[in-house]
């Protein structure tokens, strides 16, 4: 007995401090002909009737993560009020080494349940009181702590001292998209950084909840709690700062966020949940005594990783990528220029200009495809114009001269130096790729 009255205490420490540190398995209720889900436990929510509970049902009912009180209840509504149908009691015995399930009816749970037992033998939950979700059909949505998950169909109960005073049942859905655990290099690249010189160094945490979206995947808005900036350690409890207002201009420009609809709202998976960003930059290195254009390279973040590995690349002129860098091909001779970001990803070959990469013009610049084919690129790295073009101008005034054809020929006595693009079919392109003039 004394082993169980330490487990008890156990269980009701874990109540008071809401433990929810995996996901819990919750009750089962019926109303309009149907079995749901229920999101919660309502017994557990009066902590005297849980004691009785655990008191009144057997020492060796078995326990997991997933359901440590070791019962289940079924609840029905009838006349408007939750009553308790039954209580299933998974036990384990250690002589046959085997589970078996015990049933108590509503009319064998006088003792524990007795300020809320009545002489038909029902038991009504009037302790209750609050806004419950009752679930059925496949998960939506799923997070491995206590009953945060949405299903695919959902009723919202609200109860007042047991009675349920109204329902409202919705259908939730999922559409695919960006998830926000796997763009935070993308925020950190979009960041506005340069507007922030005080806290270039540091590492600035985001601690966001109420994530709102349209239903086509925008962002629409979210609630900043606080701000966390390390090492200097302080703390921006301000919703307004203009730290919080880049970060969501940064959100903004993310497309399509993976939508769910859930209880008539558009949000994401985490109802919850910090974002840290800090400036990355990768710095190159070379064993050879001068840094310069064609020796081979590693490029290190900001702790000393390595992040692009020794002889990887050739240099060329990028000493330091706080967005964007320019590599040489680690080959003898008709290298190409390779765009990397501060992650050391390659983005894209760049179109040579000047002995060098391409020089941004109007906040593009020329790249290229594996076939050699000219497109534009704006300075964050993103490809603004698809490489399609046999030969390409830069933007000047709002337009760049393209065309889909032509050949590359010597300049007459340039001795091979100098060439010159030949092509009948010229055109004119705005930045969205548009054809406004021949």
């Not at 903004?252 to 109802?271: A, D, R």
């Not at 390595?306 to 967005?323: A, L, N, W």
């Not at 005034?397 to 079919?425: L, M, Q, R």
Request: aromatic fraction near 16%; charge should be neutral.
């Amino acid at each position: 007995m004394r082993i169980k009255n330490y487990f008890t205490i156990i269980l009701l420490l874990c109540f008071f401090l809401q433990a929810k540190a995996t996901g819990l398995s919750g009750d089962i209720i019926s109303f309009n002909g149907d079995s749901w889900v229920f999101m919660a436990k309502p017994i557990n929510m009066d902590s005297t009737l849980y004691k009785r509970l655990m008191d009144f049902i057997p020492d060796n009912h078995c326990v997991s993560t997933g359901n440590w009180e070791g019962y289940t209840a079924f609840w029905e509504i009838q006349n408007d009020y939750l009553c308790l149908q039954r209580i299933e009691v998974c036990v384990y015995d250690e002589t046959s080494r085997k589970d078996s399930t015990l049933i108590y009816h509503a009319e064998a749970l006088q003792a524990p349940f007795l300020p809320y037992y009545y002489e038909n033998g029902s038991v009504e939950a009037r302790w209750l009181n609050g806004e419950f979700r009752a679930g059925k059909g496949d998960l939506v949505r799923y997070v491995h702590s206590g009953f945060d998950r949405n299903m695919e169909t959902e009723c919202v109960l609200r109860i007042k001292n047991g009675k349920v005073i109204n329902t409202t049942t919705y259908h939730n859905y999922k559409k695919p998209g960006l998830k926000i655990i796997d763009v935070q290099d993308e925020i950190i690249r979009k960041f506005p950084w340069n507007r922030f010189p005080k806290y270039k160094s540091q590492r600035i945490t985001f601690v966001i909840r109420n994530f709102q979206l349209t239903n086509d995947g925008h962002f629409k808005d979210c609630d900043i709690r606080f701000i966390l900036l390390r090492p200097i350690r302080e703390t921006i409890e301000d919703g307004n700062h203009p730290l919080a207002i880049a970060f969501k201009e940064t959100l903004k420009s993310i497309y399509p966020w993976e939508v769910l609809f859930i209880n008539g709202k558009y949000t994401i998976e985490y109802t919850d949940f910090t974002m840290p960003i800090w400036r990355k930059y990768l710095t190159a290195h070379t064993t050879e005594p001068y840094l310069e254009v064609g020796v081979p390279v590693c490029y290190l973040n900001e702790r000393g990783d390595t992040i692009v590995p020794y002889g990887k690349y050739r240099y060329c002129q990028t000493d330091t990528i706080k967005e964007l860098g320019f590599v040489y091909e680690n080959k003898p001779k008709d290298a190409r220029i390779i765009c990397i970001n501060n992650a050391g990803k390659e983005l894209f070959y760049v179109f040579k200009y000047d002995n060098g990469p391409d020089y941004i013009q109007e906040g593009l610049f020329r790249i290229m495809n594996e076939d050699g084919l000219v497109g534009f690129a704006d300075s964050l790295g993103n490809v603004v114009i698809k490489p399609q073009f046999k030969f390409a101008n830069p933007f000047e005034n709002g337009k760049a001269k393209v065309t889909f054809s032509g050949e590359n020929k010597e300049v007459p006595d340039s001795k091979g130096e100098k060439h010159y693009w030949d092509s009948s079919n010229w055109y004119y392109i705005n930045k969205n790729d548009k054809i406004i003039n021949k």
